[in-house]
């Protein structure tokens, strides 16, 4: 991709401590110049910026982008469209793959084919072989290929002996463990959340109890061994509020929130549609309500879309038997924007939560020490590489699932009207995306 000059017209840029609106000229993938009435070079693309914001493009540390294994699903081609579609400049390629994130060839080989995508794409790796939580991954060989994060997601480690030794293991390589939080002993064979929902569908449950019991687990061995933990996809009231205590005894905890935790609750699970089913599941309307308080409020470090592409036939099949998940990578800035108050919402913090948070966590800052591709989560400044966002607070469309640039079709929100869109993209000074075409 050429690297021509460009010039975002008048925009509100949005930078980590104030905002203004101003003219961002991008020349050979950076920031170039920041300023009012900036002539346009000659030769220049220019895009109108009026009445948008125009910041570090998104970072998402939780895709699924299905590939090697499920590529029927999604691609790491297909997976990135559609990230540079929804304003991400980076998304963080998650290890469930068939075979697993959990050798340094299997590692490679993402990094190879996401040098070929539209978007930067970083990779997490395996905490143990196969993400069977039985033996530890050759963590170290994979931090040297440059993975900062590391995950079984899918499945929480289960063993907390074994999530011992990792993290103790993982703390000198100065990498981060991530957790998805299940036990598995509480949740196994549940499919939605446990309730009054649940009980009067007749469907059986995965209680809150079992995520708030595995937070707690690890906050615990974070206490014990010093090393990072992320949290992620957090669906209840009381695992925020049980990391937020942990983080104010300065424990090295974060966490993340998916948007469907914070739009949709389990009375969607009435109509027995599989595309409302998710692990975790959906939570009850107090801890959607109470994840929508948590990110106002700026407790929350990302918003994290959980993309989890399947096929058609997959998702077709009965409520119980169906795999989970949802896309979100296509309608995660609009979603975030709603929860943060629309209108109001303060442009810093939809940026922290989408851009700037994702990008500490995955270490994909210029500010890091290792860095493998150009550095993301910017304070919009001159210099800053030119990985940036133009989102319009005022766009509403109406969700077209077969508009999508995903191989899947699976979202919940086929037919809403959302508010708030990217509309163009820039990753390493490049425009990948504008007005939902792909460039």
Not at 38 to 44: D, R
Not at 379 to 407: H, Q
Request: hydrophobic share 45%; net charge negative; aromatic share 4%.
């Amino acid at each position: 991709m050429s690297s021509p000059v460009v010039v975002l017209r008048g925009g509100l840029v949005v930078g980590a401590v104030e905002s203004m609106i101003q003219d961002v000229i991008v020349r050979d993938g950076v920031i170039a110049e920041i300023g009012t009435n900036l002539a346009t070079p000659s030769g220049a693309m220019e895009i109108d910026a009026s009445g948008c914001w125009v910041g570090p493009g998104f970072v998402d540390l939780h895709t699924h982008l299905r590939e090697p294994g499920k590529e029927s699903a999604e691609t790491i081609i297909t997976g990135a469209h559609a990230a540079a579609l929804g304003g991400y400049s980076a998304v963080l390629a998650m290890p469930n793959t068939e075979p697993a994130l959990d050798s340094a060839p299997m590692v490679g080989y993402v990094l190879e084919r996401g040098k070929k995508a539209v978007v930067d794409v970083a990779v997490a790796g395996a905490i143990t072989i196969g993400r069977q939580g039985e033996q530890m991954a050759p963590i170290a060989k994979l931090a040297a290929l440059g993975v900062r994060l590391f995950t079984d997601d899918g499945n929480g480690v289960q063993d907390a002996g074994l999530m011992r030794r990792a993290l103790t293991y993982a703390k000198p390589l100065g990498v981060t463990l991530a957790q998805h939080c299940e036990d598995e002993s509480l949740a196994h064979g549940g499919v939605m959340h446990e309730g009054a929902v649940s009980a009067r569908l007749g469907l059986p449950g995965r209680p809150a109890i079992a995520e708030e019991l595995m937070v707690m687990r690890d906050i615990e061995l974070v206490r014990l061994t010093g090393c990072p933990m992320h949290f992620l996809h957090l669906s209840t009231e009381r695992s925020v509020a049980l990391v937020l205590e942990a983080r104010s005894q300065g424990l090295p905890v974060s966490c993340e929130v998916a948007p469907h935790h914070f739009t949709l609750d389990d009375t969607t699970c009435e109509t027995f549609d599989a595309e409302f089913k998710v692990h975790p599941p959906l939570r009850g309307a107090s801890d959607v309500a109470a994840l929508r308080a948590a990110l106002v409020a700026g407790a929350i470090d990302a918003v994290a879309t959980d993309h989890a592409p399947h096929t058609p036939e997959s998702k077709d099949m009965a409520f119980d038997e169906a795999p989970p998940g949802m896309l979100g990578l296509e309608q995660a800035g609009g979603l975030t924007l709603e929860a943060l108050g629309g209108a109001n919402a303060d442009p810093r913090r939809f940026f922290d939560v989408l851009s700037r948070g994702p990008a500490r966590i995955a270490q994909l800052r210029a500010s890091d020490v290792r860095i493998d591709h150009s550095a993301h989560g910017g304070a919009m400044e001159v210099g800053d590489d030119a990985n940036i966002v133009i989102f319009d607070p005022t766009a509403s469309y109406v969700m077209d699932r077969d508009a999508l640039a995903s191989k899947a079709r699976n979202t919940p929100y086929h037919g809403r009207t959302i508010t708030g869109r990217a509309r163009a993209t820039l990753v390493r000074g490049v425009v990948v995306q504008r007005e939902g075409i792909l460039q």
